[in-house]
């Protein structure tokens, strides 16, 4: 097989495989057949690249990423094993844990070129336009054209805020959950001016509709871990001298929301502060996160050798969840879910910074345009937890497993670079 036909081999297979997930809660028939796809497209990609000139899977050299995704999920088999009559732990480890190493071993070692890596772009954001439309419109349907502060505080009204959640997600820390791994790998296309300019003008138009469901969504961790990517893209793409533009972008975004509604700044600081500060008497939603945290260490401490099952929180947990991403692992997947998922978050944030800090080539590019999606998340999971349970579907695990996956190794070497022209 050749170079050209290759990559679109590799490419469409990617978009296919984003584009499917951005729009998998709204596919036509029964969700539970998507997972029998997921798997039956990780199958091919192992037969097809056997078949090819690259039969070799590299784990290596991606600072302890794959020990770290090991021991999560020998964690969660033996605690799926042991847990297999709870309700939804069978479930949740084959759409999470299954799917997502059955998916990363497929794709680990595969690299994008140029060209696969913006079919794979525009795949995702075509697929992004699903959701993102179909919340607005729901949006509009239930609120009216709202002002701005009606947007903003819409999301208190659960009761309204159901048709939206519908068209999105399920709810609303699921579709924050999905924009903090699609913004950063579409803002970053979108600030590479070697990018085709029908692909820009495609990112920016989903950013723009990010950016109004974040305004509806008000989904604090959302906030903090955006702009940790936002920052981190910045400076990897523009250099940290033009942080300054940045400040001043933001400025005027600032000012024109401030314009437009008089408290915003404090409605912004009512919401932020509490979060920033840990304030549980400020409130009532930290006090229950943090209550729900202490509940789950305590149900970690009573079953700390295998927990209670990969999605066992919903059945055993109080509050159906532990709100933090470690402490949920703890609680579901024992002592090895707790070391994987602490490994797996370090691995990540510490490989981004130190493609941050490299930028030699092509290779850190396309690294760190796989890696800020994931960190971005982890971000995410550390204050919010991560969304590692949506019935069949779980559109998260596939983006970050493959991202991960696709992120090349740090090895340099000549045969490496190579092989990188064939995309196997």
């Known amino acids: 097989m050749n170079v050209r036909s290759s990559s679109a081999v590799v490419g469409t297979g990617i978009a296919l495989l984003w584009a499917l997930h951005a729009v998998g809660p709204h596919l036509p028939g029964p969700t539970y057949l998507l997972l029998p796809t997921v798997l039956a497209a990780a199958a091919a990609f192992l037969l097809w690249r056997l078949a090819s000139t690259e039969s070799r899977f590299r784990f ?44 990363f071993v497929a794709l680990s070692g595969v690299t994008l070129t140029e ?46 805020m159901s048709l939206y959640e519908t068209a999105t997600f399920g709810n609303r820390g699921n579709t924050a959950a999905f924009l903090v791994v699609l913004t950063p790998i ?35 961790a ?32 600032w000012v024109v929301f401030a314009t437009a509604d008089p408290d915003f700044a404090a409605r912004i600081s009512g919401q932020m502060l509490p979060v920033l500060t840990v304030d549980t008497d400020a409130d009532a939603s930290v006090d229950q996160r943090v209550m729900a945290i202490q509940e789950g260490w305590h149900i970690f401490e009573q079953h700390w050798i295998l927990g209670i099952g990969p999605g066992g929180a919903l059945t055993k947990h109080p509050q159906d969840s532990a709100h933090q991403f470690q402490v ?10 707790l070391v994987g998922s602490s490994l797996f978050t370090l691995s990540v944030l510490f490989a981004l910074g130190r493609t941050m800090m490299r930028r030699r080539g092509a290779r850190d590019d396309l690294r760190f345009a796989m890696l800020i999606g994931p ?38 070497s000549a045969s490496d670079g190579a092989r990188e022209g064939s995309n196997l």
């Open 328 to 337: 949920q692992q703890a609680m579901e997947a024992g002592v090895l879910g």
């Open 375 to 412: 960190a971005a998340y982890v971000v995410y999971a550390i204050i919010a937890n991560a969304t590692l349970g949506f019935s069949t579907v779980n559109v998260w695990t596939v983006l970050n497993a493959s991202m991960l996956a696709l992120a090349p190794s740090f090895d340099s």
């Open 186 to 220: 579409l803002l970053l296309t979108l600030l590479d001016a070697r990018r085709r300019t029908s692909l820009r003008a495609l990112c920016g138009l989903v950013l723009t509709l990010v950016a109004c469901n974040l305004v509806i969504l008000q989904v604090r």
């Open 60 to 103: 290596a050299n991606k600072s302890g990423l794959a020990v770290a995704l090991g021991c999560w999920f020998a964690g969660a088999t033996l605690s799926a094993i042991l847990n297999w009559q709870t309700p939804q732990v069978f479930v949740t480890y084959c759409t999470v844990f299954l799917t997502g190493a059955a998916i």
């Open 115 to 160: 060209g696969a890596y913006e079919v794979a772009v525009a795949g995702l954001a075509a697929g992004a336009l699903v959701p993102l439309v179909g919340g607005i419109l729901a949006f509009f349907a239930e609120w009216g054209m709202p002002d701005i502060p009606t947007a903003m505080s819409a999301y208190r009204d659960v009761l309204r």
């Open 222 to 253: 959302a906030f903090v871990a955006l702009s940790f990517a936002v920052v981190c893209v910045w400076i990897f793409r523009l250099g940290a001298r033009r942080l300054p533009v940045l400040v001043a972008t933001l400025g005027i975004v």
